[in-house]
């Protein structure tokens, strides 16, 4: 997992396709805005887990790629 430090106002690229943007941030909260091709799904993880009961995560998967433990 790479872990980035961003200000408000900043951004990541994903893959040249996404970009995910730092809109507001307070002590208790970020707010991200996302911008992806309509075909890239973006779902938050609660409701990703709820469509998914069950199943390991996108980050939880590759946490056990990268440990080894597929």
């Known amino acids: 997992m790479l872990a980035l430090a961003r200000s408000e106002g900043q951004s990541i690229i994903i893959d040249g396709k996404i970009e995910v943007r730092v809109v507001k ?14 075909e890239v799904t973006v779902d938050r993880e609660e ?14 998967k590759a946490e056990r790629e990268r440990q080894g433990k597929m």
């Not at 941030?25 to 309509?38: C, D, Y």
């Not at 409701?47 to 939880?60: C, F, Q, T």
Request: charged share 25%; hydrophobic share 40%.
């Open 25 to 38: 941030w307070s002590r208790s909260s970020v707010r991200l805005a996302i911008q992806a091709p309509r």
């Open 47 to 60: 409701i990703w887990k709820k469509m998914h009961p069950g199943e390991a995560s996108p980050l939880e």
